[in-house]
C-alpha cells in the first residue's frame, strides 16, 4: 500500500515536445505529491508538488495533473528541452503513521534529443 | 542558496569494515534524513532524526545502522559492518520542520562495497 508506481521507465522526446511520466499511488493517506528531478551524481531537487485539494498546478513548462479519485497524478513538460533530459521522480507522503517518509516511483529517465 | 552538504562524494570499503558517511544539513532545518538509492533503483527511506533521536527508521535501518549529531552542524550515518548490497548512493536531506515538505537533498555519498 506504500507503493508508488510510476511509468514509463525511460521516455525519448523531440525538442519541443510535451513530455508526460504517470504515477499511481494506493495509500488514501498521502496528501502531498512532488517531483524530483535528478542529474547524474546529484541528489534529487524538487521541481514541483502539488497537494490533493487541487486537480493541476502549473509553474513555467512543469505541470502536474492530479486526479484524486483516481488515485494518479502526472508530470507534463511542455517544449521540453535537451537540458530537461534528466531521472525524475514522483514521490508521495502523508502527515500520519507510515506515510510520514517520502514514498519514490521507480524513475524515469528522460532524454530530450536536440 | 543554501545546500546540504555530503562527504566524501564517494567511498570505497572492504566488506566488514565501518564506514561513516557525513552530512552537514542546512543551518535553520530542524529534522534530517538519510535515504539510499541502489544504482538504477528509486530512493528510499533509511532514517528521520530530530531533536537528538531518531523519528523513523524504515525495515532497511538494521542493527547495522546508527546516525548521530555529534555536534551543531553534521549529520552523520555509520554502517557498522558493511555488506556488498550496501553499496548505494546514499542521500541526506533535512527541513525546516516536519510540516516542510519541501526536504533539500545533498548530492550524495557513493560508497561502495567491494
Known amino acids: 500500500q506504500q507503493q508508488v508506481k510510476q511509468s514509463p521507465q525511460s521516455l525519448i522526446v523531440q525538442k519541443g515536445g510535451i513530455s508526460i511520466i504517470n504515477c499511481a499511488y494506493e495509500?488514501?493517506?498521502?496528501?502531498?505529491f512532488p517531483w524530483y528531478q535528478q542529474f547524474p551524481g546529484k541528489g534529487p531537487a524538487l521541481l514541483i508538488a502539488?497537494?490533493?485539494?487541487?486537480s493541476e498546478k502549473k509553474e513555467g513548462r512543469f505541470t502536474i495533473s492530479f486526479n484524486k479519485s483516481a488515485k494518479q497524478f502526472s508530470l507534463h513538460i511542455m517544449d521540453s528541452q535537451p537540458g530537461d533530459s534528466a531521472t525524475y521522480f514522483c514521490?508521495?507522503?502523508?502527515?500520519?503513521?507510515?506515510?510520514?517518509?517520502?514514498?519514490f516511483g521507480s524513475g524515469t529517465q528522460l532524454t530530450v534529443l536536440p | 542558496e543554501p545546500e546540504v552538504t555530503q562527504t566524501p562524494s564517494h567511498q570505497v570499503t572492504q566488506m566488514g569494515q565501518e564506514v561513516i558517511l557525513r552530512c552537514v544539513p542546512i543551518?535553520?532545518?530542524?529534522?534530517f534524513y538519510w535515504y539510499r538509492q541502489i544504482l538504477g533503483q528509486k530512493v528510499e527511506f533509511l532514517v528521520s532524526?530530530?531533536?537528538?533521536?531518531?523519528?523513523?527508521k524504515s525495515e532497511i535501518f538494521d542493527d547495522q545502522f546508527s546516525v548521530e549529531r555529534p555536534d551543531g552542524s553534521n549529520f552523520t550515518l555509520k554502517i557498522r559492518s558493511t555488506k556488498l548490497e550496501d553499496s548505494a548512493m546514499y542521500f541526506c536531506?533535512?527541513?525546516?520542520?516536519?510540516?516542510?515538505?519541501?526536504?533539500?537533498f545533498g548530492s550524495g555519498t557513493r560508497l561502495t562495497v567491494v
Open positions: 536531506a533535512s527541513s525546516v520542520n516536519f510540516g516542510d515538505y519541501g526536504y533539500t
Open positions: 495509500n488514501t493517506a498521502f496528501d502531498y
Open positions: 502539488i497537494r490533493p485539494d487541487v
Open positions: 514521490a508521495a507522503r502523508g502527515l500520519s503513521g507510515s506515510a510520514r517518509q517520502l514514498t
Open positions: 543551518s535553520n532545518h530542524l529534522y
Open positions: 532524526f530530530y531533536n537528538n533521536e531518531i523519528s523513523e
